[in-house]
């Protein structure tokens, strides 16, 4: 099939993606008709959304500390308790008329709906429920059903139970309490996003665009990617548990990365128009360009988001899903329905700008910053490529000293009452229940085996990092049976089986090693390790486990997407490495300001744990790392398109940078600021996504983009394009251009442009020979 210089098409024939791309543009008004109408039911059916959200998934599935657990709970009604009350009476708790109240105040919580088991100082003489001060007690609650159905009955049950009741003043926390107010608290705070993120990103567009119209447009792609992705999650509710987080980080990605999208579109449409081409041809050339960038820019992410999957976290799953949702959702809006708007503005595009005064006259495409940097960095290439990468390198430096746990109640604001009543337990009881193991022993029976469990538990109780240990035996310490058995001691024991209660007794940070320890110690039978810190630690044995595959994943989809986008070897590597440079230098920001606390009065006050939620880097690694082969994609296919119209590789990294670079570093501003509510939000967890998200894509779209991939290329020259025969003959067969016509000269073999009959033989024979 022929070719003609300068028709765009392979002889008269319409392409494939001519006819797929503009069928919406066919029919504009019948388009955005229906798309109004689409829109208005999906925003509606949004709001019954959020009832159906899980309140858990941080802790793996399926591991010895959550078996165990069920075990626990199975047989001996033990195990974490789902809700612990702190009760504070006027007098001290072992005053008689105190004892009758806490004995009915006990009742009246066993006699509440959905409530398992209810343990308390006045019913079973624990005096590690009593402060050390003798005027407040402890009550555990235990719920029936699994963390989700416990959250959904705390919700309901604690408001009933705290405050003031009698001569007591009852304040609550537990895991179940937790979620239940980061369940409202999110919701709160979705309602905000939608208020603050969305006008923001207008303004931003119109800054960048001058335009009032050109500014709507991508925010209306947004918003139909946004309302479509709630939409979605109400049906995958229905059949999973879905994050209570989903709807806000998902709100935010979703419409920062549907509104970069049709801001590259409509940005390449007007570029069009301003070298005299009609709407409907320049509609064309963009879908052809900016459009093919979005599918496969939107392949990329989903395939990083899908990643997600494979860990064994229902948080992350859930995310992932939701994710791969509204970036599908996005794309698909910017390929059907802004071919249609674009259509029916035409030309109108560029008015009510309220800056046309103010605006400085030069070409339009191409910005004097960026094309001053690409300059700069292509001309001296070694030494901008290296102060890059030093500053990358000393972001990084913090992650080499990161440690990870799990969400608790920390995640909370100081002040909301989980929080409070968790750290005011912490300080006024002897009984530290979040580090509490429990060692399950299933073939040891308590009669018959009564020496082999003594020895057992002596040796427990000698570990370094060992407290005090509860058996049916008596209570040991230190290698030594400190006293015998009691009436408490009947909750160790039922059929053929009984369990030790160890508190830890080290700093912390000995909690994982102790677990270990108890794991490899020899018992009478069979024994298995669960609590707070088992968790923790099966958790991050979970998650990295899961990361060599997931990032295995990530890394060949990555490299094969970008391949069939370029049809080079050297690029795809390329963008794989400084991807993962630019994400560790986030990673180590992240470590400096939330686990080492610094930075906190510009950021917004959080607690401090001294670690970082276990899941977080590795949601955070998905979002970005796919933003970051996004931008990487916008900047390849102008730089490319440049250098097969001209053979001239550094005035195509020039030029490509100069007329994409703007836009990129707009197109990540828009995405901090569609992030800003989770900066702001008052879960640590939220603020630590959008923190790190948020200085991923700046990060990327300034220091990587605009310095240290157009000193690369420099560097690589011609080899950028050089593909080895038998793939670059793969490339032509499935590859991108397979669907699309060649923008400019034919290529040779190699992927590389023919040289122009007015090029040295040298200048030939060199690209031959690359």
């Known amino acids: ?162 405050g003031e009741q009698g001569m007591f003043t009852v304040t609550a926390t537990g895991p179940a309490w937790v979620m239940a107010q980061a369940t409202e608290l999110s919701r709160e705070e979705l309602i905000r996003a939608e208020l603050i993120g969305a006008p923001l990103a207008v303004l931003v567009l119109l800054f960048a665009f001058g335009s009032i119209t050109a500014a709507l447009l991508p925010a209306v792609v947004g ?113 059907l329905v802004l071919p249609a708007m674009l259509l029916v503005i035409g030309r109108r595009i560029d008015r009510l700008d309220p800056f046309a005064s103010l605006r400085r006259s030069g070409r339009a495409d191409r910005s004097r910053l960026w094309t001053g940097l690409a300059r700069l960095a292509t001309g001296r290439p070694v030494l901008a490529g290296a102060c890059a990468v030093l500053f990358l390198l000393a972001l990084t430096v913090p992650f080499a000293h990161a440690r990870f746990g799990v969400t608790d109640e920390r995640v909370l604001p100081e002040k909301t009452e989980s929080h409070a009543t968790a750290a005011r337990i912490g300080d006024e009881f002897p009984l530290p229940w979040t580090r509490t193991l429990a060692v399950l022993l299933l073939d040891t ?40 058995p009691s009436t408490d001691s009947l909750i160790y024991i039922t059929n053929g089986s009984t369990w030790l209660s160890v508190i830890a007794d080290g700093p912390p940070s000995a909690d994982e090693p102790l677990v270990r320890e108890l794991r490899a110690l020899p018992s009478p039978g069979r024994h298995f390790v669960s609590g707070r810190p088992a968790r923790v630690l099966d958790t991050k044995n979970a998650v990295l486990g899961a990361l060599p595959t997931a990032a295995a994943t ?11 986008f370029t049809g080079s070897v050297l690029i795809p590597v390329k963008a794989v490495i400084m991807g993962a440079l630019s994400l560790s230098a986030s990673f180590g920001a992240m470590v400096y300001v939330f686990q080492d606390g610094h930075l906190r009065a510009l950021v917004g006050h959080f607690t401090v744990t001294g670690e970082l939620e276990t899941s977080m880097p590795i949601l955070v690694f998905g979002a970005a790392f796919a933003l970051s082969v996004d931008y990487e994609l916008f900047l390849i296919s102008r730089i490319q398109e440049e250098y097969r119209r001209t053979g001239d590789h550094k005035e195509a990294v020039v030029t490509g940078l100069a007329r994409t670079g703007r836009m990129i570093t707009v197109a990540a501003v828009i995405f901090a600021v569609a992030l800003l509510p989770l900066v702001s939000s ?40 050089w593909a080895p025969r038998p793939l670059a003959a793969l490339h032509r067969r499935i590859g991108a251009d397979r669907w699309h016509h060649h923008i400019g000269p034919p290529t040779t073999h190699a992927g590389l442009p023919a040289a122009r009959d007015s090029e040295p033989a040298t200048v030939q024979a060199r690209q031959a020979g690359e």
């Open 223 to 335: 918003a139909l990617a946004v309302a479509g992705t709630f939409a979605v999650l109400q049906v995958l509710a229905t059949y999973m548990p879905l994050s209570v987080f989903a709807f806000n980080i998902t709100t935010a990605l979703g419409f920062g990365l549907a509104v970069d999208y049709g801001l590259f579109v409509v940005s390449r449409y007007r570029e069009e128009l301003a070298v005299g081409v009609t709407p409907p041809d320049a509609i064309e050339t963009t879908m052809r360009t900016a459009g093919r960038t979005v599918l496969f820019s939107a392949g990329t992410v989903v395939v990083c988001l899908a990643a997600l999957l494979l860990f064994p976290l229902g948080f992350l799953r859930s995310l992932g899903l939701a994710g791969i949702s509204v970036v599908v959702l996005a794309a698909a809006v910017t390929r």
């Open 682 to 721: 008052a879960i640590t967890l939220l603020k630590l996504v959008g923190c790190g998200l948020a200085l991923a894509v700046l990060v990327d779209a300034t220091v990587v983009r605009g310095v240290l991939v157009p000193s690369f290329m420099q560097l690589t020259g011609h080899a950028n394009w």
């Open 445 to 484: 029976d308590v009669v018959d085996q009564h020496d082999d469990l003594d020895a057992y538990a002596r040796k427990v109780s000698a570990l370094p990092t060992a407290g005090e240990v509860g058996t049916a035996l008596g209570t040991y310490r230190d290698g030594h049976r400190t006293s015998g």
């Open 554 to 564: 990530v890394v060949g989809a990555v490299l094969l997407l970008l391949f069939l």
């Open 1 to 162: 099939m022929r070719w003609f210089p300068g028709s765009g098409l392979f002889g008269s024939k319409p392409t494939r993606e001519r006819d797929s791309n503009h069928r919406s543009a066919q029919r504009p008004w019948w388009v955005l008709i229906t798309t109004a109408g689409v829109g208005i039911i999906l925003a509606l059916s949004a709001f019954v959304v959020p009832s159906q959200l899980s309140n858990g998934g941080y802790i793996a599935e399926g591991t010895e500390a959550t078996r165990t657990e069920t075990l626990l709970n199975q047989r001996f009604d033990a195990g974490i308790p789902d809700l612990v009350l702190y009760v504070r009476a006027q007098k001290p708790t072992d005053d008689p008329e105190v004892m009758r109240a806490g004995r009915d105040f006990t009742r009246r919580v066993t006699e509440q709906p959905g409530v398992g088991q209810v343990l308390s100082y006045w019913t079973v003489a624990d005096r590690r429920l009593v402060s050390e001060d003798g005027r407040a007690a402890l009550v555990t609650v235990d719920l029936r059903g699994d963390e989700d159905a416990a959250a959904r009955r705390a919700a309901g049950l604690v408001p009933r139970l705290t």
